[in-house]
């Protein structure tokens, strides 16, 4: 079954300390992306990953960190530098088409909270 | 920058039709999409349309696009308690370098479908 998987779904923290999520998928896509959701608002981007080794920031960048060392794994490290990040996590792979229909596929999220 | 925006609530009788409206700043925006996000998981297509579309069908769902007034509008008929959620316009936008596509979301529509 080919998917996009979040771990863990729950994740809870104490202030000062990062913690990471983690993201996988077995579709072969190349493009890769870390969105937060927070209620009422719609997705916003953190990071983004089009190739292996490539990754640049999105709206919402600071006091988060990733790195893209397999085309499988996109991990997100929320620092202690972000101010307030309990919230909703969401990654997302795509197959990265240049502007051609480039369906983003969901995992079912990571909702961290800090206390 | 891109913006989509949305109206933040919908309800609706069971059995009737739903209509969730949106609207968009980029005209360029070549491909739109709509997706569903139940309680606490990730979000799934539920259906598309290119740009050089007016209207698309598939099933319950009708998707009108008004591109001179950047207006993109899903009508579920025969709402069924099922159905409710929440609903995100999405459409391409903000190109990134390589030519792929950033996804620009609304807020979310939720949804409630009442007896």
């Known amino acids: 079954d080919g998917g996009i998987t979040q771990s863990p779904k729950y994740l809870f923290r104490k202030e000062g300390q990062n913690v990471t999520l983690s993201c996988e998928q077995n579709?072969?896509?190349?493009?890769m992306y870390w969105y937060r959701q927070d209620p009422g608002q719609g997705l916003r981007l953190i990071y983004y990953?089009?190739?292996?080794?490539?990754?640049q920031k999105g709206d919402i960048a600071e006091g988060y960190s990733v790195s893209r060392e397999k085309k499988e794994s996109f991990p997100l490290t929320v620092t202690s530098a972000q101010k307030n990040p309990t919230a909703f996590y969401l990654c997302?792979?795509?197959?990265?088409?240049?502007?051609?229909?480039?369906?983003?596929?969901f995992g079912p999220g990571t909702r961290l909270t800090v206390l | 920058g891109e913006d989509v925006e949305q109206s933040l609530f919908l309800s609706v009788r069971e059995g009737d039709s739903s209509v969730i409206n949106c609207t968009y700043t980029?005209?360029?925006?070549?491909?739109l999409y709509w997706y569903k996000q139940e309680p606490g998981a990730g979000l799934q297509l539920l259906t598309y349309?290119?740009?050089?579309?007016d209207m698309k069908q598939d099933q319950r769902l009708t998707v009108l696009l008004n591109k001179k007034d950047k207006h993109l509008s899903l009508r579920i008929a025969d709402t069924q308690t099922g159905d409710s959620a929440i609903y995100f316009c999405?459409?391409?936008?903000?190109?990134?370098?390589?030519?792929?596509?950033?996804?620009?979301f609304g807020a979310g529509t939720r949804l409630a479908v009442h007896p």
């Open positions: 997302a792979s795509s197959m990265g088409r240049p502007n051609g229909y480039n369906e983003q596929f």
């Open positions: 579709l072969n896509h190349d493009a």
């Open positions: 990953s089009q190739i292996v080794n490539d990754f």
């Open positions: 980029d005209s360029s925006s070549t491909y």
């Open positions: 349309i290119f740009s050089n579309m």
């Open positions: 999405a459409v391409t936008g903000g190109g990134v370098s390589g030519g792929y596509n950033k996804l620009i």
